[in-house]
């Protein structure tokens, strides 16, 4: 094959921004660029192309576009950023594969139309009468699309005297808003030898092979387009690979493209190196001030002597942020790389290893945080937590909460408390297996009941999988329950087993979910011992998900979601008096159904708002949910639901509820306002509730 000789450019990615025409407000203030000449205010249309990516490109080089309300200029400086436009704009013609591009640009002056390259505009723009208008227009040609020619990977040229003389060739500069003026690059090589073509590049150098899963990452071959992106991709794409390997000094240089006009081609070269393979060697641990590096090691889930591959690394540095004792956590490689005893390496036959360093900046280990919350039939509650994050150094946490509840509400008698202390140690007995400990005193004067109890609870909770998480635990309660002028003492023990489920992969529990499932089913085994003795097992189970309208096509990613819900509760082996009344089961209100007030649904006491639980339950809900521009969106949903006197769900007088509300978007979760009314509502029912939350009900 014949290499005609052009130019030796180094590919560079454009930033993918959204092209369109865009016009300068008539009213925008022109910010003087120092010099004495007045700034001229002006507007830029970018023909388009017919090609969205190349647009975007063509809209991100240009400085025309991305300056032209904040940087306005004077006559001289606005011809030079007109000229500087058309090598900006002809990069992005490149970077999208066309090579036999050209640019035209425009500038109507008044009535007066003048090619950008024309030496007088600078005189025309100086002499621009006061309340003309200069509009801009930028167009292209774009001539043949280049596809990819030979690709060759090569090891890298031989180290050469530092005397020898240097050969310039200029690199392609990345078409953006910020872009500097292009600049040449240097490469030491020597004269006689310097690779200006590619079959000269070839020649001079060793070929290097790669492997199936190499050659798969890399993905690149003749015939593809002529895209910068797709080229830039295949060699991030290789490296990773590499690296994951083993190879953790590998390294792939920046392609050089050498350009055939005749043939609209382009061929590549791609300098490869691999190195050593490693394994991983001594681990370090710096920055620690309050954490025990014991219990960091012990977490820790990379070994010495396994294969180094960066993405176990990462995931181990993810593993130490999740304990939430850091600010921040950082690793590294700490060359130089050094030889393994045989014992020590998992891989055999491969002795060089490469240190890695982890550092630590431990986070304030004492932080105060304060909840408040609203509703119309539970009203409002008001406290504040104190939560110490790393106790006796292994990230043990302490949480110490007081809230005071009933401040009004349609469900509530009066005021109340709830009273809390939260212990919670990671990694007990074995990795992800936390304990869980918490002692509660809490008061609430509900229509339902009045209740004053004290709560001891102990349990393990382990993460089972990517998306399973399991928990027991022991629970003892002593409380006192007065209900229809009866008062009661209980002393209840119990085992609550859980198992959830959650594959929305969200960072932040409070974000909305846009797609995925969350279910969870309990099982809690009882015993009622004061007032009677009762034996009873309390089975839950509760399902959600989400469905993105994006996949229907009618909407942007994360924009437009349908969200569902199912619940199911059952009580087995006693009936409704049997059982204290706090352990009945009960509907109403935002966790089952809205529009009626909390424990609002099922049966009531007379034609009362006394309600007096049951012994099973199921509701459902459908939610539309609508972000919007400016960090705000709407929800409009439908709830219904049941609480019959049998074991079996499905029994009672089915209730149903339908409302809408807003959302507001915070860096920490959408803040929600919600309205619903009850369709059926029953004696001494509600009208409406108000709800005022952080995050989705669901």
């Given at each position: 094959?014949?290499?005609?000789?052009?130019?030796?450019?180094?590919?560079?990615?454009?930033?993918?921004?959204?092209?369109?025409?865009?016009?300068?407000?008539?009213?925008?203030?022109?910010?003087?660029?120092?010099?004495?000449?007045?700034?001229?205010?002006?507007?830029?249309?970018?023909?388009?192309?017919?090609?969205?990516?190349?647009?975007?490109?063509?809209?991100?080089?240009?400085?025309?576009?991305?300056?032209?309300?904040?940087?306005?200029?004077?006559?001289?400086?606005l011809a030079g950023r007109i000229r500087s436009d058309y090598d900006r704009v002809n990069i992005a013609l490149e970077s999208q594969g066309y090579y036999a591009g050209s640019v035209q640009i425009s500038v109507k002056v008044g009535t007066r139309l003048v090619d950008g390259k024309d030496p007088s505009l600078p005189d025309v723009l100086k002499a621009l009468e006061k309340n003309q208008k200069v509009a801009i227009t930028i167009s292209t040609t774009l001539g043949p699309r280049f596809s990819l020619g030979s690709i060759a990977l090569l090891a890298p040229p031989e180290k050469v005297d530092a005397a020898a003389p240097v050969v310039k060739t200029p690199a392609a500069k990345t078409p953006t808003a910020k872009a500097p003026a292009s600049k040449d690059t240097q490469m030491p090589t020597p004269a006689a030898t310097a690779p200006v073509t590619f079959a000269q590049a070839v020649e001079q150098s060793r070929p290097v092979s790669l492997t199936p899963d190499e050659r798969k990452a890399f993905n690149l071959s003749a015939g593809q387009p002529a895209v910068a992106e797709t080229v830039l991709a295949a060699q991030n794409t290789l490296l990773n690979q590499l690296q994951e390997d083993g190879y953790a000094t590998a390294s792939v240089s920046t392609p050089l493209a050498y350009l055939e006009p005749q043939a609209q081609k382009l061929d590549i070269v791609f300098r490869v190196q691999r190195g050593p393979r490693v394994v991983i060697g001594p681990i370090g641990m710096t920055g620690l001030v309050h954490t025990n590096q014991s219990f960091l090691r012990n977490r820790l889930e990379l070994k010495e002597g396994e294969l180094y591959r960066p993405s176990r690394i990462e995931a181990a540095r993810q593993d130490l942020v999740s304990t939430g004792v850091f600010a921040s956590v950082q690793v590294r490689n700490a060359p130089p790389i050094i030889t393994l005893p045989p014992g020590r390496t998992l891989m055999p036959g491969i002795l060089q290893a490469m240190p890695i360093e982890f550092s630590f900046k431990e986070a304030k280990r004492r932080t105060l945080s304060a909840e408040v919350g609203y509703s119309t039939d539970l009203g409002g509650r008001l406290g504040a937590s104190w939560t110490h994050h790393n106790l006796f150094g292994d990230a043990e946490q302490l949480k110490l909460t007081a809230l005071v509840t009933g401040l009004g509400g349609s469900a509530q008698q009066g005021l109340g408390y709830d009273v809390y202390a939260d212990f919670m140690k990671p990694d007990f007995l074995s990795k992800g297996q936390n304990l869980s400990v918490r002692l509660e005193g809490v008061r609430q004067l509900l229509y339902s009941y009045h209740q004053t109890a004290i709560i001891a609870r102990a349990g393990l909770n382990r993460h089972v999988g990517k998306y399973w998480n399991l928990s027991g635990s022991l629970m003892g309660e002593q409380e006192q329950i007065k209900q229809f002028g009866d008062t009661r003492s209980y002393f209840i023990v119990a085992a609550p087993l859980n198992a959830t489920f959650d594959n929305t992969r969200l960072s932040n529990p409070i974000d909305p979910a846009t797609h995925g499932v969350r279910a969870s089913l309990s099982i809690t085994p009882s015993e009622s011992l004061e007032s009677g003795s009762t034996f009873f097992t309390l089975l839950s189970a509760q399902a959600s998900t989400y469905f993105d309208l994006h996949h229907l096509g009618i909407s942007r990613p994360g924009r437009s979601v349908i969200a569902v819900r199912g619940i199911v509760g059952s009580v087995q082996g006693a009936s409704t008096y049997q059982i204290p009344p706090d352990q009945r089961l009960y509907a109403g209100g935002p966790a089952t159904v809205r529009g009626f007030r909390y424990q609002g649904v099922g049966p009531q006491y007379g034609r009362t708002k006394y309600a007096i639980g049951g012994t099973s339950m199921d509701a459902g809900s459908v939610e539309f949910r609508q972000r919007l521009p400016m960090n705000l969106g709407f929800a409009g949903f439908v709830d219904a639901g049941q609480v019959g006197t049998g074991s079996r769900p499905g029994q009672g007088t089915l209730r149903v509820g339908y409302g809408g509300g807003v959302r507001y978007f915070t860096p920490i979760g959408p803040i929600r306002v919600d309205v619903a009314l009850p369709m059926n509502r029953p004696p001494q029912g509600d009208k409406w509730e108000l709800y005022f939350g952080l995050g989705e009900t669901f």
């Open positions: 094959m014949s290499c005609m000789l052009g130019v030796v450019t180094v590919f560079c990615a454009p930033v993918p921004l959204h092209a369109k025409a865009s016009k300068a407000p008539a009213t925008a203030q022109p910010v003087s660029d120092g010099t004495s000449d007045p700034a001229i205010p002006y507007t830029v249309t970018l023909t388009p192309t017919k090609h969205p990516e190349l647009d975007a490109a063509i809209s991100a080089s240009s400085q025309l576009q991305s300056l032209q309300t904040s940087h306005s200029v004077g006559a001289y400086a």
